[in-house]
């Protein structure tokens, strides 16, 4: 039996609504408490989150909430351009950071590159906080 045509589209359009959303490619083993570990910046999520590898294999990588900032989400104002920021300050750059409490499938650490925490970096370029962690 085939459906009308407009409740095949609201049945498509809840397939696709429901679906989840493309996950970030980190699949490394989360450092425990205190660990240090290190390496480039290989992937940007949104403005506080990213992962850091190695080596170009995203089995190696790590995902980080970075700790010591809180960008608005994608979906707020601000969002965005707190993601484009992070990229340009922080993509490709070797990052050393410190790791603490696991949230969710990530570990939140306090990242540095060059010296500079990484939320110092992004307060340093303009980017307003405001996530769900204020």
């Given at each position: ?76 104002p601000g ?26 499938d990530r ?8 010296g500079r ?18």
């Amino acid at each position: 039996m085939a459906l009308p045509p407009v409740l095949a589209a609201a049945v498509f359009l809840c397939v696709i609504a429901a679906s989840p959303a493309a996950a970030d490619p980190c699949e490394a083993p989360l450092p425990r408490n205190g660990e240090v570990f290190a390496g480039q910046v290989r992937y940007v999520g949104d403005g506080d989150g990213l992962c850091v590898g190695p080596s170009s294999d995203p089995a190696t990588w790590i995902e980080v909430r970075v700790a010591d900032f809180y960008a608005p989400e994608l979906n707020e104002p601000g969002g965005r351009e707190a993601k484009v920021t992070l990229e340009r300050i922080a993509k490709g750059r070797p990052a050393k950071c410190i790791a603490g409490h696991r949230s969710w499938d990530r570990v939140v650490a306090v990242c540095e590159i060059g010296g500079r925490s990484v939320g110092d970096m992004m307060r340093a370029a303009g980017v307003s906080e405001g996530g769900r962690g204020r």
